[in-house]
T-cell receptor, first 111, second 113 residues
Framework: TQLLEQSPQFLSIQEGENLTVYCNSS?????LQWYRQEPGEGPVLLVT?????EVKKLKRLTFQFGDARKDSSLHITAAQPGDTGLYLC???????????FGAGTRLFVKA | GAGVSQTPSNKVTEKGKYVELRCDPI?????LYWYRQSLGQGPEFLIY????????DSGLPNDRFFAVRPEGSVSTLKIQRTERGDSAVYLC???????????FGAGSRLTVL
């Protein structure tokens, strides 16, 4: 069974701080995605990484895919209250179309 | 439509009743997924359709759960003899063929009393 473990589960920080959240698995994924979900809404895709070692930047967010394609990290620089939400990583299994999700990191950024 | 539409947005039912949850995908999206999200958890895969057929239904928890997509567009998730443990938000996501980019609906919140 493929599992994605996210850490930390919960993070409360002050505006302007930096943070990193992690997504780890013992399985190899063909691609890994990060989503952000707000209360009462579905997850919204932030980024997809497909190549081991790949780094993608989206404004203040930096995403990295591990060399072995088993893990990923999301780094946020100078967090803002608008970054508050549930951050989910999701992996697609090799050779298939099933996308599985981690339990998420709930981020709260205080003004 | 412009986005993935799910109805109803909220459903309260009694234990033992039958419920149907509907998903209207983005026009032209052939891939359709159903997920279940419990409080404080990530979405849990239930079933994946490519066109009209269920390509992977390995996530359906038991035979009380069934999903159809008869014309390759709208999908209905059907739950028989509901139990309190079925209470969750049921999310639908759709994508183009290959479906590496999924667009989610806002979900249907099911509460079983």
């Amino acid at each position: 069974t493929q599992l994605l473990e996210q850490s930390p589960q919960f993070l409360s920080i002050q505006e302007g701080e930096n943070l990193t959240v992690y997504c780890n698995s013992s399985s190899v994924f063909s691609s890994l995605q990060w989503y952000r979900q707000e209360p009462g809404e579905g997850p919204v895709l932030l980024v997809t990484v497909v190549t081991g070692g790949e780094v993608k930047k989206l404004k203040r967010l930096t995403f990295q895919f591990g060399d072995a394609r088993k893990d990923s990290s999301l780094h946020i620089t100078a967090a803002q209250p608008g970054d508050t939400g549930l951050y989910l990583c999701a992996g697609r299994n090799t050779g298939g179309f099933k996308t599985i999700f981690g339990a998420g990191t709930r981020l709260f950024v205080k003004a | 439509g412009a986005g993935v539409s799910q109805t109803p947005s909220n459903k309260v039912t009694e234990k033992g009743k039958y419920v149907e949850l509907r998903c209207d995908p983005i026009s032209g999206h052939t891939a359709l997924y159903w997920y279940r999200q419990s409080l404080g958890q990530g979405p849990e895969f239930l079933i994946y359709f490519q066109g009209t057929g269920a390509a992977d239904d390995s996530g359906l928890p038991n035979d009380r759960f069934f999903a159809v997509r008869p014309e390759g567009s709208v999908s209905t998730l059907k739950i028989q003899r509901t139990e309190r443990g079925d209470s969750a938000v049921y999310l639908c996501a759709t994508g183009s063929s290959g479906a590496n980019v999924l667009t989610f609906g806002a979900g249907s919140r099911l509460t079983v009393l």
